[in-house]
């Protein structure tokens, strides 16, 4: 099924991928074909309601869900363990629950090093309402892989995220890092959701396709061979429809030394799943994500340069690109570009910004066309260095496109944002759209993994019906019980 909304958190710049090569524990040997499985219990919320396709519901109540990761956190004891946290949600509010590999029925052991949670995407993978949750662990050591990596499916019920089932590596000796980015998508367009799932230490993707049962595995696997480069690794996968043709296509990033860049390489989907022998080179960048932002029926491509000028292509502070779909595939030849000195966007244009250092789509104003937030976590603000901004840049009124016009500009000294601006909060250091109270206006997730030395935090920020801001509360390590040991990092990554 084609998503308006996926992107992934890149885990280059983040300090998860940093932690992986401490990864020092062994974990349970992954068992049983393509998955092993095991069983537990989450929170649950009943309130019926109708959730638009484009989220995630889990529990199944009719409510939007999503996932933020702390993959940084201690868990009894072990640095860099990684955790999860689950924000379910309602008519009347949110609630919570914390996922580790620690928790009943959850596969695996929390270890130091596992960086549980170092990315994640979501799907109803086994096809029975609930949507469920594939999460990485690229820094786990499986028997004598030392950083192997591992993911794991965790199931959804009326119950939440109630139980898991690892994901057998293919290539269990290659100490690559398995997991490191990972994404979903119908890739073949039978109408079941299929698994992409990298590594930082390989050129292949491997895809798992659709059909899984909890206890049999995956229909088949195929394993792709990527534009990237050898020696650095897949750093990003994402998903979405560019040609139209109602097969999930796969934006794979990596580093292409040929340019000395972040590449974006296009991999279309087909009856029979990816193929690569379609296979395009995309505008140089990190972030992706992708959706129809003109509404012409082809979902268009937007990449995020946050780095500075000196790199060819780039622009001081970071930037943007959309990259529009045709019947063809992505058009190199239509290309907007966003940057904070664009017209009607708030701010300027200066070094070390990093605008474009996340992004995502999604309906804020509840209008009807998408629009586009962009974090840019080294923005300096009064508070200090590296405080932290996002942007709102709204999709026009006769559905032709984002625009910066009336561009909406969000920091943590804005009323009704909680908190306040602190050198090194790094407030936009992942962004989330999802209308979790299902108003038909989605709220902006914002992370700022900086916050309280590290530790890290979700600000929720509404936009009321006239476009005013409404009061919230932030998420921090203890709202949801994480150790505040370390550098928890919550709100690096949320689940698209």
Do not use: C
């Not at 309402?129 to 990596?149: H, I, K, R, S």
């Not at 139980?163 to 980015?181: I, L």
């Not at 000395?260 to 990816?274: E, H, K, Q, R, V």
């Not at 996340?358 to 300096?380: C, M, S, Y």
């Amino acid at each position: 099924m084609t998503r308006h909304a996926k992107h992934k958190r890149t885990p280059e710049p983040s300090p998860a991928r940093i932690r992986l090569a401490t990864a020092t524990a062994a974990a349970a040997a992954l068992t049983g074909g393509l998955l092993a499985t095991s069983a537990g219990v989450a929170a649950a919320d009943e309130t019926p309601a109708g959730v638009s396709q484009n989220d995630a519901d889990f529990n199944g109540d009719g409510y939007a869900d999503t996932v933020a990761s702390a993959s940084g956190a201690y868990v009894n004891g072990h640095a860099n363990a990684g955790q999860l946290a689950v924000i379910y949600g309602g008519a009347t509010g949110n609630h919570y629950a914390t996922i580790s590999q620690n928790t009943a029925g959850i596969p695996g052991t929390a270890e130091a090093g596992d960086v549980f949670g170092g990315d994640s995407a979501y799907g109803d993978f086994d096809g029975d309402g609930f949507d469920d949750v594939l999460v990485a662990a690229p820094g786990e050591d499986v028997g004598t892989d030392t950083n192997g990596g591992t993911a794991a499916i965790l199931w959804g019920s009326a119950g939440g995220l109630t139980s898991g089932t690892t994901v057998a590596d293919p290539r269990p000796t290659s100490h690559d890092h398995f997991g490191g980015p990972v994404e979903a998508g119908d890739f073949d367009g039978d109408g079941k959701d299929d698994l992409a799932i990298g590594a930082f230490g390989s050129t292949k993707v491997d895809v798992f396709s659709g059909g899984f049962t909890r206890t049999g595995g995956a229909a088949s696997r195929t394993t792709l061979s990527t534009g990237v480069q050898t020696g650095d690794g897949i750093n990003s996968l994402h998903s979405g429809d560019a040609n139209g043709d109602g097969k999930d296509d796969l934006i794979v990033n990596g580093y292409d030394p040929s340019d000395n860049l972040n590449a974006n390489y296009w991999i279309p989907g087909s009856d029979t799943g990816l193929a690569t022998a379609g296979s395009q080179k995309l505008p140089a960048g990190i972030i992706t994500d992708l959706g129809d932002t003109d509404e012409d029926g082809y979902d268009d491509i937007v990449i995020g340069t946050s780095w500075d000028s000196g790199i060819a292509g780039a622009t001081t502070g970071g930037s943007v690109y959309v990259v529009h779909g045709t019947a063809s595939g992505p058009s190199s030849g239509d290309t907007e570009k966003f940057t904070q000195n664009t017209s009607g966007v708030p701010g300027s244009s200066e070094t070390g910004d990093a605008f474009g250092g996340e992004l995502d789509l999604g309906d804020v104003n509840g209008d009807g066309h998408l629009d586009l937030v962009v974090g840019a976590p080294g923005e300096n603000l009064t508070g200090g260095a590296n405080a932290g901004a996002a942007t709102v840049l709204y999709g026009s009124a006769d559905g032709s496109g984002i625009t910066g016009t009336g561009a909406l500009f969000l920091e943590q000294d804005n009323a009704y944002v909680p908190n306040t601006s602190e050198k090194n909060d790094e407030f936009g250091s992942d962004v989330h759209l999802d209308d979790l109270n299902h108003d038909g206006r989605d709220e902006i997730l914002i992370g700022a993994d900086g916050e309280n030395g590290y530790n890290g935090a979700v600000y929720p920020v509404k936009v009321n019906a006239d476009g005013t801001l409404a009061a919230s509360s932030g998420i921090y390590t203890s709202t949801l019980g994480i150790s505040a040991s370390g550098t928890p990092v919550l709100g690096g990554n949320f689940t698209d």
